[in-house]
């Protein structure tokens, strides 16, 4: 009788009861957690063990923090999944903690000899041809024994035959010996054969596992891709079948509503509390957002409190597990308000898109308005010309002398121009499907010469609208320019598809541009599993940092890139304190077609000091949609939720806002807000023609890559294949990338064997340390972050690099 073999849970590593944060209202409660495979989980009880889990996070990308004694974190990038744990003692945190990161070992190297097996893939199919090569000489052997055993049997048996003829004595001896000969020579043929034989059995037999295996790896491949095809077909299909529809109905309404129009009075005030030009969201107190609030809001002018606003709340990092335990969730929902440009002249068409799709509608006023009541205390002004930022960023000495300036250092304009080299993108792509982006060997064919730390530098080009916006009183208004800013980072993805280097663990960037752009940043990657990095920038009256990290998948057709990152800017003369947290990115085409970039998503960028918030809406491109591509709208609101700013305009070309200044009636239900003149708070500076070949760069990202004296061993200037690719070297570049990442990879590899070592053996082990960055607890969200030392820029000022690690040299 069969045996029945069941599937068993393997041992957990460790289990035991954990206080965990749930939220403010029951603060830690006692549950049950389990160590198992790399997996995190809890229970209620060690009963529900048998039944669905609470929850479970990944140690694979996981950071590990100790706050206190007896309190630790477990932070996972990847899904901003963050446990805040507490043991009963210090002795049982230390155990918690030594098994966790032991955990973490162990799943990681399990991860990376899984994709060690899919990457030998191409090994594979080189060993195949030669194992082939191999078998076909053994099979040419084969038939030669064959040959040479049928030509010997035959003249063994022609021996034997004239041998029973003879019946001389003498004449059988010598036949005899004849005989013998030919058995001999017949006995070693038939060796040799058996020998081939064995030999070919064995080989056959060794590769026979890697051949089923590398079979059943392209037959998921082609299986994948048959899919993909089958989906864009029915894709293409589908969209043709919709537009050729929305075309027949378009041309349709627009003979029914041109015969409408025409016939009525064209005034446009007829039409200026249903038709909005365009729609923002934002989220805030439904109670809150109507008519009479607004009209009272109006009537107050006083000013605003110099002193801080607690904002109450838990920290953005801490999540509940029993939804009816939250807090602060009841009345809030997401109100919608639309934005309506008022003329008084006459039109000859209505765009009747808009029609009752708002929740408010705004009017905007125009210069006719009473200035009095109209005028804001500090109008935003026109950001820096194109001349001024021109001159700043190439060093213009009788540009700056002209402005009042000094001379400035000369910087270079041009680089060498991109290679026009192919890539098969097919044999590429079909063996990185449903993999972390960041675990792939890309060639530099995908990439442009600048690492992630000088491409997230490259958001600073205009910085000048923090330099006004610290000077701006008003908290609301600071707000606005704040958001136009927080906009600038999306503009050259419009037609930069490059890929940035990934930044090698402990590599550096610093940008010095105190002179000509009032402000200078330092980066570091500070970690490697999972990759992040920290950058700090300080400007004129303004600070900012942040810890960067993406989670990025390849679903076949596109690429999604998920930002990890919390940015945090304070000024100084307020003390307003703002965070934010970046939107999604998607690459479309990645197999057929031209690439493009789409952001999308909802920003939300928070005044911890005054309780001030901005919501901006990245509007996602559809085919069937009558906006403006790239669309972004946005409203600042307060504290108290009620709408002061609303700001429109496109990620890649210009950012405007209008002053909420009154509110009066209502139509049918929906508080019109009136507003002042929209004024420009950002608008884009496009490099000229020549810059497209030259990886769609602008002029202070040509800038960023240009060699300095002084830098530390490891900036990202002196990174040898980045250079190469620069130089367009692309060949040596490749051999040079690969070099470098697989010292990086046996680095790592020999820092998991210590730390796991260490663990076994109860030992203390000191994991890898940022050099100019310390790992401390944020204030504002509770997670571990990475803070700047200060210490950076002291040791260029001495060129003391002793701290920094030679990663550079493949050897």
């Not at 009816?324 to 000859?348: L, N, P």
Request: net charge neutral; with cysteine.
């Amino acid at each position: 009788m069969a045996e029945v073999v069941r599937y068993q849970q393997p041992d957990p590593e460790m289990k035991g009861w954990l206080q965990k944060w749930t939220n403010y209202l029951k603060g830690y409660q006692k549950r049950w957690f389990v160590l198992s495979n790399g997996l995190l989980s809890y229970y209620r009880n060690p009963m529900e063990m048998s039944q669905s889990c609470r929850g479970t996070i990944s140690l694979v990308s996981a950071v590990i923090h100790t706050e206190d004694s007896c309190n630790f974190v477990i932070a996972n990038g990847g899904t901003t999944q963050t446990f805040h744990l507490r043991a009963t003692n210090e002795i049982e945190r230390q155990k918690w903690v030594t098994a966790l990161e032991l955990a973490k070992v162990r799943a990681i190297r399990q991860l990376d000899s899984e994709e060690d097996d899919d990457y030998d893939m191409n090994s594979d199919k080189n060993e195949l041809q030669t194992v082939l090569k191999c078998l076909s000489t053994k099979l040419e052997t084969l038939h030669t024994c064959h040959d040479v055993i049928i030509k010997h049997g035959s003249a063994l048996q022609r021996s034997l035959i004239e041998l029973e003829q003879l019946d001389n004595p003498n004449d059988a001896i010598n036949k005899s010996k004849t005989v013998n000969e030919r058995a001999t020579l017949f006995r070693i043929t038939s060796s040799a054969m058996i020998n081939a034989s064995a030999e070919y059995l064995t080989l056959a037999q060794t590769h026979a596992k890697k051949w089923q295996k590398l079979l059943q790896h392209e037959h998921e491949s082609r299986l994948r891709l048959e899919e993909l095809v089958e989906q864009l077909a029915k894709q293409h299909s589908h969209l043709e079948q919709k537009a050729i529809k929305q075309q027949v109905q378009q041309n349709s309404n627009s003979t029914n509503a041109n015969s409408t129009i025409n016939s009525d009075d064209d005034e446009f005030y007829d039409a200026e509390e249903t038709n909005a030009d365009f729609i923002v969201t934002f989220p805030g107190k439904a109670h809150r957002i109507s008519s009479v609030s607004m009209a009272q809001s109006s009537a107050k002018h006083t000013k605003q409190s110099s002193s801080s606003a607690s904002v109450g709340g838990p920290p953005l990092g801490r999540n509940s597990d029993e939804s009816s335990g939250s807090e602060g969730s009841e009345g809030y929902e997401e109100s919608a308000a639309g934005v309506i440009t008022r003329k008084k002249t006459r039109q000859k068409s209505l765009n009747l898109k808009d029609l009752n799709a708002s929740n408010i509608i705004t009017k905007v006023v125009n210069e006719s308005t009473d200035a009095d009541s109209t005028k804001s205390s500090s109008t935003p002004t026109t950001p820096l010309s194109a001349t001024d930022r021109v001159s700043a960023l190439t060093g213009d000495a009788d540009a700056g002398i002209a402005s009042g300036g000094v001379g400035q250092r000369s910087r270079r304009t041009t680089i060498p121009e991109r290679p026009n080299q192919s890539l098969n993108l097919w044999s590429f792509m079909k063996n990185c499907i449903g993999k972390e982006l960041t675990k792939v060997p890309m060639p530099v064919n995908f990439n442009e010469p600048l690492s992630m730390l000088q491409r997230l530098t490259e958001d600073y080009e205009y910085a000048d609208i923090l330099h006004k916006a610290s000077k701006v009183k008003d908290s609301c208004e600071q707000l606005a320019y704040i958001a136009a800013f927080s906009v600038t980072s999306y503009a050259t993805t419009s037609n930069r598809t490059g890929k940035p280097f990934n930044p090698l663990l402990g590599e550096t960037y610093e940008c010095d541009r105190s002179q000509d752009l009032g402000w200078k940043c330092f980066s570091e990657q500070v970690s490697h599993h999972p990759p992040a990095l920290a950058s700090y920038c300080e400007g004129r009256g303004w600070t900012c940092w942040r810890e960067f990290s993406i989670s990025s998948k390849f679903r076949g057709k596109y690429l999604q890139i998920t930002p990890q990152d919390i940015t945090h800017l304070e000024f100084e003369s307020s003390g307003n304190h703002y965070t934010w947290k970046k939107v999604t990115t998607t690459v479309h085409n990645i197999i057929v077609g031209k690439l493009w970039v789409d952001n999308h998503g909802d920003l939300t960028i928070t005044n911890h000091t005054t309780g001030d918030k901005c919501h901006l809406k990245f509007i996602p491109y559809s085919y069937f949609s009558r906006d403006v591509p790239r669309k972004v709208t946005g409203v600042v609101v307060d504290r108290e939720g009620t709408p002061k700013w609303v700001l429109q305009g496109t990620w890649d070309n210009k950012v405007e806002a209008a002053k909420v200044i009154n509110s009066h009636g209502s139509a049918k239900g929906k508080p019109i807000l009136e507003t002042a003149t929209p004024k420009i708070l950002w608008k884009r500076l496009y490099p000229s023609c020549e810059y497209e070949r030259m990886y769609n760069m602008t002029l202070l990202a040509v800038q960023l890559n240009e060699p300095e004296s002084g830098v530390a061993p490891t900036d990202s200037r002196v990174r040898p294949d980045q250079r190469l690719m620069e130089e367009g070297k692309w060949d040596e570049a490749n051999a040079v990338k690969a070099a470098l990442e697989e010292k990086q990879r046996t680095v790592r590899r020999n820092r998991e064997e210590e730390a796991e070592r260490a663990a076994a053996e109860g030992r203390p082990y000191m994991p890898y340390e940022p050099i100019w960055f310390s790992k401390k607890k944020d204030p504002i969200t509770g997670n571990p972050v990475h803070i700047y030392t200060g210490e950076y820029w002291r040791s260029k000022e001495r060129q003391d690099w002793s701290k920094c690690p030679q990663i550079f040299s493949a050897d």
